[in-house]
């Protein structure tokens, strides 16, 4: 089963070859990701218009170059999967439309992929994990920790109340006058700082329900740039350090309280996992790593290829859905907005 897997909701433009062998074992013959961070970065963000022209410019060009390095043709594929949302609606018709026309010049399944649940089934794609396991799913505009029972089945244990994990490194980048993205800059620069010489808050730590607020930690980190400005190097340094610090510790908090939780909505866990462009962030990824240990469960994490955004995830859950007959007709719409996970209780939507 071969499955092209379109990606374009946002700056990054993919296309990818995944097959999955009679065992079912995943192989990712090719995965071209072609990042628009030189388009965006004199403006500190993504700008959609940008970003759509150009997923048009090169999308073709990437989809050939995958089929190349995969040994196939369009009638080798067993499927089209493609990110239909949620992301910037113009990027997302981009992707769709193309998916669809190959879809029906091909004569393949067309599969409408939710681009939340590619992130949350990349685990399966690079480990071959089992379900259930707790995932911390921190990419762009979304921090969520969702148990994973299995394709189509996701149940929130918390989110966040305002600012995302990945906004909230944009936005102190931003403040702090860094590069674009913002996260691996905090990152770095946070490496060579004092994380204590600022005392910056921790929201929400303790609280029983697994949920995130940041906006105080950010405007806490504002006023004390603020307060000491104008900054010298060394001062950007150590707000950085403080900040990192701090969001580490409400991460580990956070998926400690899920993991408390996850029994009631799930059984038992087989690993944490941790999907979305944060989770190439390396304090994370170590202080996740070592509650796992804690709670005696495997630590999965994508390799930093597969963090961010890339067309590998969407051919592979397609796969998922595909062996489950989970297939999209051509009407299906692009979505700017795609509920991923719902409160236990809740109907939960995915596709």
Sequence with gaps: MNILGIETTCDETSAAIVSAGEDGAPVLHANEVLSQIAEHAAYGGVVPEIAARAHVEVLDRLIERALAKAGMRLADLDGI?????????????????????????????????????????????????????????????????????????????????????????????????????????????????????????????????????????????????????????????????????????????????????????????????????????????RALAALAGEAGLAFVAPPLNLCGDNGAMIAWAGLERLRLGLVDDLTVPARARWPFAEKPGAATVAG
Excluded: W
């Design 81 to 285: 999967a493609v990110a239909a949302g949620p992301g910037l609606i113009g990027g997302v018709l981009v992707g769709l439309v193309t998916a669809k026309t190959l879809a029906l010049v091909g004569r393949k399944p067309l599969i409408a992929v939710n681009h939340l649940e590619a992130h949350a089934l990349t685990a399966r794609l690079t480990d071959s994990l089992s379900f259930p396991y707790l995932l911390l799913l921190a990419s762009g505009g979304h921090t969520q920790l969702v148990a994973v029972k299995g394709v189509g089945q996701y149940v929130r244990l918390g989110g966040t109340i305002d600012d995302a994990i990945g906004e909230a490194f944009d936005k102190v980048a931003k403040l702090l006058g860094l590069g674009y993205p913002g996260g691996p800059e905090v990152e770095r620069m946070a490496e060579g700082g004092d994380p204590e010489r600022f005392a910056l808050p921790r929201p929400m730590l303790g609280r029983r329900e697994a949920d995130f607020s940041l906006s105080g930690l950010k405007t806490a980190l504002r006023v004390e740039a603020e307060r000491i400005a104008p900054l010298a190097e060394r001062d950007v340094a150590d707000l950085c350090a403080g900040f990192q610090a701090a969001i580490t510790d409400v991460v580990v908090d956070r998926a400690r309280v899920a993991l408390r939780s996850f029994a009631d909505v799930a059984g038992h866990p087989t690993a944490l996992v941790a999907a979305g462009g944060v989770a190439a962030n390396g304090p994370i990824r």
